[in-house]
């Protein structure tokens, strides 16, 4: 893997010395045909340009033109980021770190679109189209088949469907926020321009501390439609999607890896059309009462930057922080740090992980939640007598697919709390529900859960003695024989 870093000259002050292993070229911007030569066998490219003098199309085509995926292009405005050494070496450190992270798209991930800003040069010319991602399903990950919908009920485009218990993606009407693709609960929706890894790699190189001067430095989450946030010392942007796609997981995290503070800006805020301000509000609130309970300082996180943040925390290595379960990790890397932590119990919507319970006397133990729960946080233990229903807080993501798939839900049968328990989280698999199993007379089979067995008979009504007697007495292969 080889990265190319090409910088445009006219964006670099000129008393800045030029960062190593780049390659400045004069008036870039204006000449985007020569990155292909300067590129030279370069798979992974990283580009400094002058924000509004260029066209993005223009750029992408001739990184295609070069054999590069011009999504997994790295674009920093050299004329935002601030005008000092320190500075430009710390973004230069994670762009190449989050292009080098960059394992490729597909035609089905390129969505074409035109600028809503042009350059000077397309005020005469014409806008080029430009690529977008868009995200693609993993179908070896995706548990539609089970009756997964988690994605296809967030999606505000209503760009996903089900058909042939497969999830259907229409790229036409997709307007990239990301939600789908950190709601779903197994990583099967993949943005490939803003993956979990990519995301990792550039907040460590942000965070690097031999990397650029001796700092308190903060991560600052804003939308890629928006107006990218104006500079304040200490802040680095890490731009996504849109900010309505950031959970809990990705905002602490950054603590955890050397950052002072987290910010989330708003979509209103950025100038993102979007508009998910609600699902910013409840995830930056959702930390603030977590770090509280903590007895960490709430003022780590916020919907706004300050010019004075905390010293960071202790760095502490994370598996996988920014993956679907990724933040019970964090927190329980948080909880490390206080004895009183397995007392920590907070019910709010924006909670990453859930709690589920059942009703012993509603539920017929028929396992339809566990055959739908997407990340096993829902089991079943079956022996020749008994079944078991077992949960694991630490896999649940609150994702609702149980509650919407239980045939008893209006009887109340069972009930999903989005809510970080940290008893629950250290306790692990527990057992929700334990129930006889009605036996075969004849060979000895189960034939189902005993309660299953009662809802049923009680559904056929009177008159209905013979066929109450052979469906409780006589498993489906012994009836038939």
């Known amino acids: 893997m080889t990265t190319a870093i090409l910088l445009c000259r006219d964006g670099l002050d000129e008393t800045l010395a030029e960062p190593c292993e780049t390659i400045i070229i004069d008036h870039l911007c204006r000449h985007p045909d020569r990155i ?44 935002t980021i601030g005008q000092s050494a320190a500075p430009l070496d710390v973004v230069l450190n994670a762009r190449i770190a989050r292009a080098e992270a960059f394992a490729g798209s597909s035609p089905v991930n390129a969505k074409i679109s035109f600028p809503r800003k042009v350059s000077r040069r397309e005020l005469f010319s014409g806008p080029d189209h430009e690529y977008r991602a868009a995200p693609s399903i993993d179908v070896a990950l995706c548990a539609a088949d089970s009756g ?10 209503e760009a996903l469907t089900v058909q042939d218990r497969q999830v259907s993606f229409d790229r036409s009407v997709c307007e990239p926020c990301g939600l789908c693709v950190t709601t779903c609960p197994t990583g099967a929706t993949v943005d490939p321009a803003t993956t979990t890894s990519q995301l990792e790699a550039e907040i460590a190189g942000l965070l690097d501390p031999s990397v650029g001067r001796a700092e308190t430095r903060s991560i600052v989450f804003t939308c890629a439609r928006g107006n990218a946030p104006e500079a304040i010392p200490g802040w680095y942007a890490v ?16 603590l955890l890896m050397g950052a002072g503070a987290v910010a989330v800006l ?3 805020e950025s100038g993102c ?11 930056v609130e959702f930390c ?38 990724g933040a019970v990790g964090v927190m329980q890397a948080l909880a490390a740090r206080h004895e009183e932590a397995r007392n920590l119990l907070i019910d709010h919507q924006g909670a990453p992980t859930g709690i589920v319970q059942l009703n012993p006397v509603t539920c017929t133990a028929c396992t339809r939640c566990v055959q739908t729960c997407p990340t096993g ?30 045939p008893e839900l209006s009887r109340r ?69």
């Open 36 to 79: 292909g030569s300067a590129i030279a066998g370069g798979d992974r490219l990283v580009l400094g340009l002058c924000e509004g003098e260029y066209s993005l199309g223009a750029v992408q085509a001739e990184v295609r033109r070069a054999g590069v995926d011009p999504l997994g292009v790295e674009l920093i405005h050299l004329t």
């Open 148 to 157: 997964c919908r988690a994605c296809v009920d967030v999606c505000p485009q």
């Open 239 to 254: 731009t996504v999607p849109c900010s309505g796609m950031v959970r809990p997981g990705w905002i602490l995290a950054p």
């Open 266 to 268: 708003p979509c209103s």
């Open 273 to 283: 059309e979007l508009g998910h301000d609600a699902r910013v509000d409840d995830a």
């Open 288 to 325: 603030r009462l977590l770090l509280s309970s903590f007895d960490e300082s709430s003022e780590r996180v916020m919907t706004t930057r300050t010019s004075v943040v905390p010293k960071p925390l202790p760095r502490v290595a994370l598996t996988d922080p920014f993956g679907p379960i």
């Open 377 to 406: 946080a829902l089991g079943s233990a079956n022996a020749a007598e008994h079944v078991t229903i077992t949960f694991d807080a630490n896999l649940c993501t609150a994702c609702e697919q149980c509650t919407q798939a239980c």
């Open 413 to 481: 049968a069972i009930s999903l709390r989005s809510t970080t328990d940290m008893g629950a989280l250290l306790n692990g698999r527990i057992a929700l529900l334990e129930s006889d199993t009605i036996l075969c007379d004849s060979c000895g089979k189960p034939i189902a859960p005993a309660p299953l067995m009662e809802r049923i008979t009680k559904m056929l009504g009177p008159g209905q003695d013979a066929v109450r007697a052979m469906i409780t007495s006589r498993c489906v292969s012994c009836r038939s024989g």
